[in-house]
């Protein structure tokens, strides 16, 4: 920690803070700038407790945290890039995943239909929505257990591993029992008593960034998951909340080589919710494979306009098809099979 | 809703949206403007499926919905100011109400000397967290039930009541067997199964907003609450993320005459979490007050450096004293008590 | 500045690091901390070069600066509030002052007739715009010079002292020669050349805040005018663009206490433009002059709906009437007159 | 226009607004649905007056929009893509160009290294600003026409052509005398006196997106240029201001497939400014090829750490010849030459 005082304090002052420091645990070292005195606090900000708290004293003007907060996720701490092994795929390896599917589970024909085309199209895992987080509590909020069996269904038709969402800390092992990988929405990115549900399961984590979460928020929200021994932990960005109306979202593909930089996990991109408009979701796929996304997140229905929820940025058949063809070309340039 | 065709569109695709809109249970109205054609498809918007998803369509190029999505937070349902009995006090009535406590609960010295303090400035309620949401696994997370005693005992010994939040859907019967009111905190505002555990228990809820959510969000999460049955509900603003890093959040104070003119519910006004600074605490406090809040949520500390979370942001007992006093003459200026 | 090294370096890395910093003018001084290698980098980072581009070195983790970069409009600078005299009117002393009038200058009766109706309820100052930003070049721009002719006769007319904005340096004498108040708009708060024609006219600046400056480029952008020799700037809030729609901007009104705390310069509020709707403006102004404001500047038109530009957001005669009326027990609460 | 009345309004206050419609130059069209009353006012809103104002009316609750506001920078208006001839090159074609240089225009040894190296390693167009916008009055503010002189020196050596920012209405002529492009920066991009400079000039326009400009704003602002009688404008993304602090902003890539859907300009992507950190460019670069960039705009110093400004996010000449050949295979994948 670095704790800057104020210009124009008085010895008195100086040494109370110094005081302060070293009764939280830290050894004070001291520095006389042109302009103002700069305190070094030595010790582990990650077992301390935090000096923010010295903020509140008139005399001093800031701190600054030295230490990344995260450990467990960090490349630091895993030099290596982990995989996830998923059934018998493996995730974070050389070969590009594709989820895709429906946003909601709506009807055994429907779940079908799609898990056979987005198979023949070259897709490895399922994406469906049994519980569905709805801004209002009048919209669609899915079929519940139901759903859950017709993914297991078209699990056993197709041969697709299974990715579905989990809401509720009452549902953790219910949804364990059908799914391959628990999916966390992005708005309980922070619901921490649900991450660690999540985690304790045992099954792959794939834990989307909030709307408004820092990337530093986000990989402490994968420490939750690390610490609470599961280490199949993937980060997925889906886009954040900004000024900008034309699109649902930003998607932030900058994500990709940071969250390399910063952690070991697999980063996985989900365009579908990034833009909310279909009409993008193939640029921004093609984006994120040249900048080293481990798979892609894509929402599929067999028909868009009737879907029971977030038509607008659902592809059809015929565009997912077209995106696996053209993604071909930016998978072999980024050297992924 | 009103749906936008693109310009030089065929008579056949016209006619296939209009297919679907009768289809999907609306009448649609053509209107045939200078560069384009525009569509009034008239139904109640809240209880048919949505036509967001003729964005899909290529010869749609925008679709607008044209009624308000929420019914019974609503102002438009309940044109009078809801009132909410807690214990002996009545919130979004003529009183201002003053919750004030520490961030987290610590120790049972510190919680009863801060409900002291903080009666004997004028205070009426008592805040405390006894369970907590960490950005980091590695923080404090609250001392959990033995939290939720020594609020008890506090109440006990001021007649103070007591606020505080609910974390877990399988703590929502414990926390509402010692709290007055359940706070639900900006990171779980749109855990919807939390929002409903909370109105379940019948106990008045509290409910911050997000750190990213529209007002027609918070406003559709607190429609989740009075849909399950629990009629007394409080929005509390709490600052939203912004580009700004001079303080922790943006205390966006407009939201008080825009939830008073949107619905009936009490609006409360948390500045410490909103500016993350005590400093500025007191000046925001009169803003509230002036512009017409029901309620202040501060927090108060002992000795705010020395606090196991969030020090910086906490009052003392002497600024928090100073604030009262000063918060006085804006009161009567606010024409309340 | 303070230079974080990244853990495991080799001395020689530090070496270099600490042989750069010598470079460019500071003298290192070295820390070891439990995880990190911290420097202090001793010496006046408002005259050195900035260290920041050592960031580019992979042996560097973060580079932070300890200083604040403005000082001219500081308070540590300048420890009295600063006061502006504007014809016979002080603006910054104990008299709260309301600007007002339309936001664009339309018509000799149009304007004429809204400068009777501010005086009459109370404000000393006029507003209205002759060169006007539009966001399309299709929309009304401004009368131009014959708009400042306009103003010029209202205030003959009335008394009133007159604020307009500048918009183009070509236009910087002109306008000077008719204002007595030079208003840099949000778009322009960073186009630094008009900063200064503005400065160098002499006359009082008002600066809004851009529509996503931070308060420290905000301080730095009025640093340019008082760097230019003039020490005549008031700042102006006037709401940032977030995430939230229903606004147009969010007024973020804790500028008032923090501009108070970091600089000598006086605030003023612009609920109108922060607002961009009517039935919020006399809200915000209870809230702003609670929290300390010293002026409000508000749109007044006698008939918003036909106005040239901005109508939405523009009061009638009638309710700034009554904004005057309810704002008089707040205005005393604060203890100004 | 789409005017939506409040529920329950009297018949004279709907007759009202039907007459101020017809006033304001539309033919109202009325809709009673299920819960409102809907009026589509039909005329050309991009020549009639706004009827946005009608949202100060009482009986008033939503006015829509229903026509984009640009014209020349719009698809619709020119369904194939433009070209520009700049030199011998045609940006906008098949090739794609990269425009490389360092951020200021130092030293004359410094602009001729860097304009050979980044010549050998590919680009066509060389950067570099002798005007620049700096946040603080104490940093280097550029050479200016020392810089300019450099720049045409440079140009002279290597037959690169010359890209350079230009900040005041003064200096248009003296700029465009000397530069092939001109360069409208985040900070002026709604300096609409200076976009018009620069567009009578004749020269090719480059308009960056200002930091919180929303896409129709920016499209609107580059319809100044285009209505000034310049058709060369390409919009360049650089990054957009939100919450995030790891990136010095948010580089948006995914306006490259929507300016390419709404207008007919070319797009350049500027990574540099998009991330403020040179490790993050060389993706963000293949994922901007990948989806569709017409050319990249990318800073390259020969001691970044010694630079005059902006050291942390430009690239050494070894970077960049290692970006220039990784890009490769994305720029074949992409069709592009």
């Known amino acids: 920690m670095i704790i800057v005082l104020k210009p124009n304090i008085s010895k008195r002052q100086e040494v109370a803070v110094l005081k302060e420091i070293r009764k939280l645990g830290y050894r004070p070292h001291v520095m006389r700038g042109v302009a103002r005195i700069v305190i070094g606090a030595i010790g582990d900000e990650r077992t301390h407790q935090s000096l923010e708290t010295l903020m509140t004293w008139p005399q001093v003007e800031n701190v600054m945290p030295v230490q990344r907060r995260y450990k467990l996720v960090s490349r630091e701490a895993h030099p290596a890039n982990s995989t996830i092994q998923v059934r018998n795929l493996v995730i974070g390896g050389k070969k590009l995943h594709v989820m895709a599917g429906p946003c909601s589970v709506e009807t055994e024909k429907q779940l079908l239909k799609t898990a056979e085309v987005v198979k023949a199209a070259g897709a490895t895992i399922l994406r469906g929505g049994a519980f569905k987080p709805r801004t209002s509590p009048y919209e669609f909020q899915g079929l519940g257990e139901k759903g859950l069996k017709l993914l297991d269904k078209a699990r056993k ?22 799914t391959d990988i628990i999916q966390i929405g992005a708005r309980n990115a922070q619901n921490f008593q649900l991450l660690i549900a999540a985690a304790k399961t045992g099954k792959p984590v794939l834990l989307k960034r909030g709307l408004s979460m820092k990337i530093e928020e986000w990989l402490l929200a994968g420490e939750y998951v690390l610490a609470n021994e599961n280490a199949n932990l993937m980060f997925c960005e889906r886009g954040i909340r900004t000024f900008e109306t034309y699109t649902r979202n930003t998607l932030d593909l900058s994500t990709i080589p940071i969250i390399k930089q910063e952690s070991h996990c697999p980063v996985v991109i989900d365009p579908s919710q990034g833009a909310g408009r279909a009409d993008l979701v193939i640029a921004m796929c093609k984006g994120a494979v040249a900048m080293g996304a481990d798979a892609l997140l894509v929402e599929v229905h067999p028909n868009p306009a009737e879907a029971w929820s977030d038509g607008a940025q659902q592809l059809t058949p015929e565009r997912f098809g077209k995106l696996m063809r053209e993604l071909r070309p930016f998978i072999q340039a980024a050297g992924r099979e």
């Open 157 to 178: 038709a197709t041969g697709l591993a299974i990715i579905t969402e989990l809401l509720s800390e009452h549902h953790a092992e219910m949804v364990a029992e059908y």
